[in-house]
């Protein structure tokens, strides 16, 4: 699926002409796994812009372009819809949390005294 996002065919159809079998055959079998290709598309999605909004500095049009969404309001909406916060307060929050962790430990700073 992450290839298929890159390549820009994250369909069914794509899926399943990557698997070599029929879209019909994939839905069968996603369906016994309990899950569908729209929902495993979702997942991916998701995991991969939380990736990119901790992890780059890319613009969240980028983002959205690259997770094959029609700009970058489709993108937010929907990542705010499945993580119920907004994809620039997601990412000032992760910026946070790192900062925090690479901060040195041990002896205050000398100014800081």
Do not use: W
Not at 86 to 106: D, E, F, H, M, S
């Amino acid at each position: 699926m992450v290839a298929s996002l890159r390549h820009g065919d994250a369909t069914l159809g794509g899926a399943a002409r990557a698997l070599q079998v029929s879209a019909r055959t994939l839905q069968r079998h996603l369906g016994r796994m309990g899950t569908s290709h729209s929902e495993l598309l979702a997942e991916v999605r998701l995991n991969i812009a939380c990736r990119l909004l901790a992890d780059s500095g890319k613009r969240l049009s980028d983002i959205a372009k690259i997770l094959g969404y029609a700009n970058a309001s489709s993108f937010s909406r929907s990542f705010a819809r499945s993580m119920k916060i907004q994809p620039v307060v997601y990412r000032r929050q992760q910026l946070a949390r790192k900062q925090k962790i690479t901060r040195p430990r041990g002896r205050p700073h000398a100014l800081a005294r």
